[in-house]
């Protein structure tokens, strides 16, 4: 009799949430008749709904706009105002131009040649996918950056293991999407036995138990690391992953006088830098768990390849081949890359006056901005033409006659542009710059009811214990929170209230905010925690208990990192040793 009401309830489940948890927290502001009480109910509501994802997540981002002007907390004209910021311009602008970096395949380029030089051999080519799904995730999302790179894994692995290679398997390598969502158990490497071409006659040769064991943990070792190497990559730029761009944006609107100190090039220094450690460290610990650490078996040199390493690298081959030469458009779309990454590092970089500073801003107002450039570069997209520019004509006679040009001749100058609106507009996450706008309004509306400010006064006896313990403690927390909730609104649930408890303890937020927003993206333990990593487990290679068990120390690695390197290079480059003037003052109203 029970066993059915629970089923039927596990059935409402999602009805229940969304309407029993207003109704729940209600108490709260009726009770407590103040501004801030009606704030927090706002942010539990919504963090209960982005938790659950009952809604969308994007639409649980607009309740701002519904709930700050009911209960006064804040206008409706400043929060719409809160959605489209100059952080999100920089999004946007800099995810148009990973759209056209996909759209014309020049990141499979780039995947494809590093991993020819690197060559097959296990380790190595672990090293190889690490490195060019690191660098991808830079620059375009973490999602697209492994579902393009997951099918170049599997043919590989498919060769290594002399299993039978599906050649559609590598087709839809762009976008957000990936037909191994829906690959079933057949593609787990469970194989009995393998074919071994000898003298032109195809074998079937038994496997050893310890020959499928290994293979197993090659699979699971390597398909792990691009999931890792994905969500570690991203840390390093600004427009990375969203968490970077809520720490942007909430910190230039709660501290508007911090003097523009966290922007793309100050944020390089410091994240890539610390990328590169955690992704060393990310490749010798999945070489220890799953492919055995053998120095002489990594780095031989001058040793041959197995038939079955050799077949491998010509999959990789001949996927370059079937690229054919860069085409124009590829070197238009890489020059515009280029000139996007120069123009972001050069326009204030800090130790010496920038372009920006010199020839636009002026009497210390930023006129020019990150966001200024990314848009820039993104407008050249839809202008510049996909192919070479050309003159050409054809007409009855040799002449040039100007007066018949309509009727006899056909002028072509430009072709379609590199990006279309329709391209955009497919591949485009429009609902992450909702989510970032919903994580600006809240902080504006946290401000503005004065909850910042309690909970600040709140945090205050805080102050003896050591910042750096603090932040440990607080990094480690939101790394399992992230686990289980987008890391975009983890971080713009959590980056406010660490914004406040800097200002009580008079410690420098950004030793708060920066290990904190980077703990975001360590979600390295399940297989919902972000999508790298459904994607991955999706191949039917890896079991929840693969992950939690090498995820948890993925977790501590990610955090021992960041706190030192927030405790060494950082504390220079961001003037943590002090607690800044800009410190004192909010955004205000």
């Excluded at 590829?330 to 515009?336: A, D, N, P």
């Excluded at 706008?437 to 909970?455: E, H, I, N, R, T």
């Amino acid at each position: 009799m029970m066993a059915p009401c629970v089923k039927h309830l596990l059935s409402c489940k999602d009805f229940l949430i969304l309407v029993l948890t207003p109704l729940l927290l209600l108490p709260l502001p009726l009770l407590i008749e103040t501004k801030e009480a009606s704030c927090a109910y706002i942010i539990i509501l919504m963090a209960v709904y982005w938790c659950t994802e009952v809604i969308p997540l994007a639409v649980t981002a607009l309740l701002p706009v519904l709930l700050f002007p009911m209960f006064g907390i804040l206008e409706s004209k400043k929060v719409c105002m809160q959605y489209l910021k100059d952080t999100n311009m920089l999004f946007v602008g800099g995810l148009i131009v990973a759209v056209a970096v996909e759209h014309w395949n020049l990141h499979k380029r780039i995947a494809l040649r590093v991993l020819l030089i690197v060559g097959v051999r296990p380790p190595l080519l672990m090293m190889g996918f690490m490195g060019v799904t690191a660098f991808l995730s830079m620059w375009i999302s973490n999602t697209a950056t492994t579902a393009m790179m997951v099918p170049i894994v599997q043919a590989v692995l498919s060769q290594l293991n002399n299993t039978e290679q599906d050649p559609s398997i590598l087709e839809n390598t762009e976008g957000q999407t990936n037909p191994g969502l829906e690959l079933e158990e057949k593609n787990s490497m469970a194989m009995t036995s393998v074919q071994v071409i000898t003298n032109g006659y195809v074998q079937e040769v038994p496997r050893t138990v310890t020959e499928k064991e290994e293979t197993k943990r090659i699979n699971k070792g390597m398909m792990l690391s691009i999931c890792y190497a994905a969500s570690i990559g991203g840390t390093a730029t600004l427009t990375g992953t969203g968490p970077n761009l809520v720490l942007k944006g909430q910190f230039s609107q709660l501290f508007p006088n911090n003097g523009d100190i966290l922007n793309f090039a100050s944020w390089f220094g410091f994240a890539f830098p610390n990328m590169l450690v955690m992704l060393f460290i990310a490749w010798m610990w999945l070489q220890i768990s799953f492919l055995g650490f053998n120095l002489k078996k990594t780095w031989g040199c001058g040793a041959t390849r197995s038939e079955k390493e050799q077949a491998a690298y010509n999959i990789i081959r001949e996927e370059h081949r079937k690229l054919g030469p860069i085409s124009y458009a590829e070197s238009s779309v890489l020059f515009l890359f280029t000139l996007l990454v120069i123009l972001w590092f050069t326009r204030d970089p800090g130790f010496v006056k920038g372009w920006a500073t010199v020839m636009f801003n002026m009497d210390n107002v930023e006129y020019v901005t990150d966001a200024t450039v990314a848009v820039f570069v993104a407008v050249l997209l839809f202008i510049l033409p996909a192919s070479k520019p050309k003159f050409s004509y054809s007409s009855s006679s040799n002449s040039f006659d100007f007066d018949d040009l309509e009727q006899e001749q056909t002028i072509t100058f430009c072709s379609p542009p590199l990006l279309t609106w329709k391209v955009v507009h497919k591949k485009m996450p429009w609902s992450i710059v909702l989510l970032l706008g919903g994580g600006f309004a809240l902080a504006k509306g946290s401000d503005a009811s004065g909850l910042s400010y309690w909970l600040g006064q709140q945090m205050t006896p805080l102050h003896s214990i050591p910042a750096w313990s603090i932040a440990v403690i607080l990094s480690l927390m939101i790394a399992v929170f992230t686990e289980c909730a987008s890391n975009v609104a983890t971080a713009t649930l959590f980056l406010p209230i660490l914004a406040s408890m800097a200002q009580s303890i008079h410690v420098n937020p950004l030793y708060i905010m920066i290990p904190c927003t980077l703990s975001t993206s360590f979600a390295f333990m399940l297989p919902v925690a972000t999508p790298p990593n459904a994607i991955v487990f999706s191949y039917g290679h890896l079991r929840v208990s693969d992950m939690v068990k090498t995820g948890i120390v993925m977790n501590f690695i990610g955090v021992i990192c960041t706190t030192i390197a927030i405790n060494s290079w950082g504390r220079p480059m961001f003037n943590l040793n002090t607690f800044p003037a800009w410190a004192n003052n909010t955004g205000g109203n």
